[in-house]
């Protein structure tokens, strides 16, 4: 099933309309079943094809654990 959202963006398409076209992307294939590491993967690809942009993936930071503090 094609991805509505992707397929709207194009080489113009502003950083913020790719953000929530990836973002919702992601979202529907993940309902659909898919893991969500692969449904990035998969959504971020196909985003990259449709814009031209070296797109990466926004990752969760976490806080580093420092010992002895």
Known sequence: MP???IE????KSSQE???????????NEVRRGR??????AMCY???RKR?????VPKRKRYPTMRGGE
Do not use: F, P, Y
């Open 51 to 55: 814009t031209g942009r070296a797109l």
């Open 35 to 40: 893991e969500q590491e692969q449904a990035a």
């Open 17 to 27: 309309a790719i953000d929530a076209a990836v973002s919702a992307c992601i979202g």
């Open 45 to 47: 690809s196909m985003a």
């Open 3 to 5: 991805n509505l959202e």
């Open 8 to 11: 709207r963006l194009t080489k």
